[in-house]
């Protein structure tokens, strides 16, 4: 049996009126099936900076860990500097060890919802993404592009809360599709090279 954490923010926490659920958790569980057991170690609202401070919660028989963070970061009011970002995301890296890791870029705010936009440019979107994708690639680690995959969706709106932020049961249902896909594919590497 794999043993999979999930170690992010809110949307991972499934977060829904203003409260943390096992959504995403019990999503994947099911998506994975027996062959995996999945954990969730997340905390809303965290930054890479509070993800460093929460290291020791990740399970130290954990055979996969599924980094999520970013989305915190870039925001204008509560979020990290860039380069602090980076740091972070290095820091996370070395100590959990690249091989274990899928990384998940940040999330893309639903773009028609100006409450939430007021805290996001499509700039620092794309440039806290880019450092999430190269640090992916620098490790040699399997990359979940959310802005990508959220970006060309069509009535967009729907993939959402109200809060323009959190996803609606159709925009979790991407996250863990991409999730499971992503965590499959790299168990199925990992085979072959046994």
Known sequence: MENITLFGDSLFN????GRDTNLITNGLQKALGSDFHVTNRSQSGATTADGLM???????????VVLEFGTNDSASTWGLPSNL??????????AIGASRIILVGPAYPNPKNKTIMQ??????????????QNSALE???PF??????????LQIESYYQTDGQHFSDQGNKVLINLVAEAIKEKQANKNSRN
């Not at 929460?54 to 996969?64: P, V």
């Not at 970002?85 to 070395?94: C, D, E, G, R, S």
């Not at 979940?144 to 969706?153: P, R």
Request: cysteine-free.
């Open 144 to 153: 979940i592009d959310l802005i990508a995959n959220f970006s060309k969706l």
């Open 119 to 132: 805290y996001y440019t499509q700039e620092s979107l794309d440039r806290y993404n880019q450092i999430a």
């Open 85 to 94: 970002y980076a740091q972070n995301l290095q820091k996370m890296i070395t």
């Open 54 to 64: 929460r290291l020791q919660l990740i399970d130290e028989d954990a055979d996969l």
């Open 14 to 17: 499934g977060y829904r009126n």
């Open 139 to 141: 490790h040699n680690i």
